[in-house]
């Protein structure tokens, strides 16, 4: 019954994906304002160039990996919504991972269900694919990497992981806490890690955060750094990072390197966006800033994710959420596009929050759109109307990082610390929570 339920759910988020891509066809053939991401059209020209055995790069603001290029090719000889439907798949296959992960937990099966729905009809989520962007092919390996990790499969994990952090550079701040969750005991003898199940007892989680969370100081301060599972890790995500940007470099040459990754790592975008970065930035547009003051950017972001970092890597999945909404939130250029990347996270940290839907959460749902609502409004004004007010939409980027920075704090204090995995740390509450 629960797996007829499940599919039923997913044939029903695969038929409305479809509608949704042949009424963002019809929409763009009929009406002025075009349902189709500007971006997929950059995507499409792109892979057609590459398609005719020219550089993608030959298209103006292409910025990604050939990888995405190569894979929309067939937009030039099977139809132009072939992406479209590409990246519609990998969001169900996020809505299937979700679930895998939650059910290798012990989640029950309802809270599976539910998790698995905020993301799969989410507004936001399913209008992403449809449109033309290709994060959800970037969310949908994320979860798989989580997945690979949980099973123990160390190799396929990195190798998956150099692949995703050369297709979109952001999943490099996962690093750290990656390798600081292969711990020495993660892997003996080749045998399956030992998963902590999910539990509705509140009060025992409650117990066991404060004393693992004790421990945790004194695990990160591990003896052994060059562990097999380390070591592993790092060669293989590596190689395979290397081996990518290798053989890319050596058909497109250093356009590829300067317009795939490093441009990501100085841009500066003058239109306006969410980042409080966003009015500095056009200010002084018409000076060329230096490599310093453009990368000086990333110091709150380099201090806020080891912070969140050396908290919270034992437990793997909410340490890559919060660090994610950390991310987007102090980037120095942010799109609405961003936030998907935290949306695929957001249903596997659920099951562990004590946080209410009533009132708590239904006030951080409000107050993050009216928060966005708000610097749309002013974004329209200046946008659509000419209006100068540049200041009331930096103010408003100010607020919105406020308001992410509350509810990030809020979803921190009302979560139920659980490590993904049991350690050895003799304490017999979580040994016998984790059997």
Known sequence: MNSLKTGTIFLISAIFRVGLILYGEWQDTHMEVRYTDVDYIVFSDAASLMASGQSPYKRTTYRYSPLLAFLLIPNSFISGSWGKFLFSASDLFVGLFIRIILKQRKVPDHLCTYSMLIWLFNPFTFTIGTRGNCEPIVCAMILWIIICLINGNVVQAACWYGLIV????????????????????????????????WTSDQGKIRQINSQVTDQFDAWIAFKSIFTRSRILFGLVSGSVFLLCTGVFFVLYGWEFLHEALL?????????????????????????????????????????????????????LVFCFFVQTVA????????TAQYFVWL?????????????????????????????????????????????????????????????????????????????????????????????
């Open 166 to 197: 050369h297709f979109r550079i952001y999943p490099i701040i996962y690093a750290l806490p990656i390798i600081l969750f292969l711990d020495p005991r993660f892997l003996q003898s080749g045998v399956k890690p030992l998963l902590c199940d």
């Open 343 to 435: 949306f695929c996270l957001l249903p596997l940290i659920l099951p562990w929050t004590n946080m209410k839907l009533k009132w708590k959460g239904l006030c951080c749902i409000l107050l993050w759109v009216g928060a966005q609502t708000h610097w749309l409004l002013w974004g329209y004004l200046l946008e659509f109307k000419g209006k100068n007010v540049f200041l009331q939409l930096w103010m408003a980027s100010l607020l919105f990082l406020a308001a992410n920075t509350l509810i990030l704090i809020l979803l921190i204090r009302h979560h139920n610390y659980t490590p993904v995995f049991r350690q050895n740390t003799g304490l017999k509450t979580t040994q016998k929570k984790c059997e």
């Open 327 to 334: 991310f987007v939130a102090f980037n120095k250029v942010i």
């Open 263 to 315: 441009y990501h790592l100085t841009r500066t975008d003058p239109r306006h966006n969410f980042s409080i970065y966003f009015y500095h930035i056009y200010l002084n547009y018409e000076r060329d800033l230096s490599v310093l003051e453009k990368l000086i950017s990333f110091l709150p972001q380099f201090i806020v994710q080891l912070v969140l970092v050396f908290c919270f890597a034992n437990d």
